[in-house]
């Protein structure tokens, strides 16, 4: 299974400000997926990320707010931007591995963000 | 559109017992079923795949059960300890035979409480 690697793991972040987030994978990927859980939510998936392309926003997620890079096949940031207080929530990345019957989905450690 | 409920949304229960966590889904033509469980503000941690071929899948003292016909899978939980104390969660892909884990769905999990 797909090991993936998330920093930071939390952080408390000023108002207006930005915070990127960083995934690392163990393996090369296709696509890596980003998510949001706001506190007593469930996931809500914000964007593929696919490499040597733009990244695919889901409805209400939009690039400005939520830009990503996607340099390579192992790694991708997400970056929260301007942030405000509704922006706190767990932001998670996620891979998937395909095998020959199934679809399986791994997903990182999360970052816990804060915004005061 | 795939929507997945899970019942209760918490439960708490004495060390020692045995638990069934449910999840339904909407669309029976899902392919493949994956449950996860979730510590507190961090990540997932992917417990159990099931295929639509299969109707259980174990691993220790998980099992869980998929019934596509009634769109229910189920997770049980022998013995339960109170390392065990966490959130389940169920997600499912949408309903066609082929595709990307982009799009799971995610129930609002279960938050399970195993007391000493």
């Known amino acids: 299974s797909a090991v993936i690697s998330q920093k930071p793991s939390r952080d408390i972040c000023q108002r207006g400000t930005s915070l990127t987030i960083q995934c690392q994978v163990d393996s090369q990927v296709t696509m890596m997926f980003w998510y949001r859980q706001q506190p007593g939510q469930s996931l809500t998936l914000i964007a593929t990320?696919?490499?040597?392309?733009?990244?695919?926003?889901e409805s209400g997620f939009v690039i400005d707010k939520f830009p990503i890079s996607r340099p390579n096949l192992t790694f991708s940031t997400l970056t929260v931007s301007n942030m405000s207080p509704e922006d706190s929530s767990i932001y998670l990345c996620s891979v998937e591995e395909r095998g020959q019957m199934n679809t399986e989905a791994f997903f990182g450690q999360g970052t816990r963000l804060t915004v005061v | 559109k795939q929507e997945v409920t899970q019942i209760p949304a918490a439960l708490s229960v004495p060390e020692g017992e045995n638990l069934v966590l449910n999840c339904s889904f909407t669309?029976?033509?899902?392919?493949?079923l994956q449950w996860f469980r979730q510590d507190p503000g961090k990540g997932l941690t992917s417990l159990l795949l099931?295929?639509?071929?299969?109707r259980e899948q174990t691993s220790g003292r998980l099992n869980a059960s998929l019934d596509k016909s009634s769109g229910r899978s189920t997770l049980y939980i022998a013995a339960s300890q109170p390392g065990d104390s966490a959130t389940y969660l169920c997600a499912g892909p949408p309903g066609f035979s082929s595709g990307s884990a982009r799009q799971l769905t995610f129930g609002s999990g279960t938050q399970l409480t195993v007391l000493p």
């Open positions: 669309d029976s033509a899902i392919y493949n």
């Open positions: 990320a696919n490499q040597g392309s733009e990244a695919t926003y």
């Open positions: 099931i295929q639509s071929s299969q």
